[in-house]
């Protein structure tokens, strides 16, 4: 984001006259960050975001408690375990998804299957995670290596639902180059044309 762009985002100054963070400006951006669509609303029209790949149910789960430990302020965030099982079952009865855990699936329908089943959808573990366990008001959040307690952070749930999507696009890129160097050298993929007859 340029320098430009922020100043559309905020129209109050961001420092009052004695030096001190302007408050206005702060709900400005609270309220333009709680406006930021979910990530398969912003990539829609992305190719990369909308070429489907065969994604293997775990990975979609392993990513999400990848993102969930490495964003909580406590590295293994409460009732992980169970957020993971009933992430894990709801994905289950989705219908993209053959008995065997394979889907043909875009980094945008992954979005919004993380969205559809966690977001705002009455999970109250994971809906936990972006409460601070002191119960502190206010806005702004604190990393790990800033908050004297970990009782004063949280997780950011949108930001972790698109960090699962971030981790599986990685994966793909090294998947495809990895693949692109082997056509390079030895002319063919010999799992290729298994993968194109494989059925869901």
């Known amino acids: 984001m340029l320098d430009s762009d922020f ?10 006259e004695e030096g001190y963070l302007n408050p206005a400006a702060l709900n400005e951006l609270e309220a333009a960050i709680e406006g930021i669509p979910p990530t398969h609303e912003r990539c829609s029209n992305d190719s990369e975001w909308n070429k489907k790949h065969y994604i293997h149910l775990p990975q979609i789960v392993g990513a999400l408690a990848k993102w969930a430990c490495r964003q909580s302020p406590y590295y293994v965030p409460d009732g992980l375990e169970n957020v993971c099982k009933y992430f894990s079952e709801c994905l289950k009865t989705e219908k993209v998804f053959g008995k065997d855990g394979w889907g043909h699936l875009s980094l945008n329908d992954i979005s919004k299957l993380c969205h559809d089943i966690l977001m705002d959808a009455g999970v109250k573990e994971f809906d936990n995670w972006n409460e601070r366990k002191n119960k502190r008001e206010g806005t702004g959040y604190c990393s790990a290596f800033d ?3 970990a009782d004063d952070d949280f997780i950011d749930l949108n930001a972790l639902l698109n960090n699962v999507c ?5 994966e793909i890129r090294k998947d ?5 160097r082997f056509k390079e050298e030895y002319g063919s993929l010999p799992w290729e044309e298994k993968i194109e007859n494989y059925d869901i």
């Open 7 to 16: 100043d559309d985002i905020i129209q109050e100054p961001l420092v009052t």
């Open 176 to 180: 495809d180059d990895f693949d692109r």
């Open 166 to 170: 971030i981790d599986i696009r990685d």
């Open 147 to 149: 908050c004297p307690t």
